[in-house]
């Protein structure tokens, strides 16, 4: 397995108790456009991979108290070695709930500018109401 792919397992798996997603904070965010930085992303998805970092160094409070990874390496080994990771290990939601939370969010749209507003608001409308595979 790359070191790259254990972005997939860093993200979503269960590594702490009371703690959904979980950041990377270590060297390969240079060459994967800071993916790691996942805390982040999922609370601010609209800031771009250029940017984030600047999230992280102003909300440190806020970061720095949650479980972070520091080498994609070691979770890959945790995840083959340790009894307690492996595929068992992920979050699952009930398909109702992941439905309805796809369905209720909505991207916040009143500060866009004027110009060509409409367009991404329809864009936007339209793909948050698309039906969910």
Known sequence: ????????????????????????????????????????HHDFPQIPWTRIYQLRRIATEFYDPLYAHTS????IVKFIA???????????????????????YRVPVEDAPASGAGTAAKRRDSAISAPCA
């Open 1 to 40: 397995m790359h070191p790259g792919a254990a972005h997939f397992i860093q993200e979503h798996y269960i590594f702490r108790d009371g703690q959904e997603t979980y950041s990377y904070y270590g060297s390969g965010n240079i060459l994967y456009l800071n993916i790691g930085l996942h805390n982040e």
């Open 72 to 75: 994609w390496v070691a979770v």
């Open 82 to 104: 340790s009894p307690m990771q492996g595929p068992h290990a992920r979050l699952a939601r009930p398909y109702k709930a992941h439905v309805s939370g796809r369905r209720d």
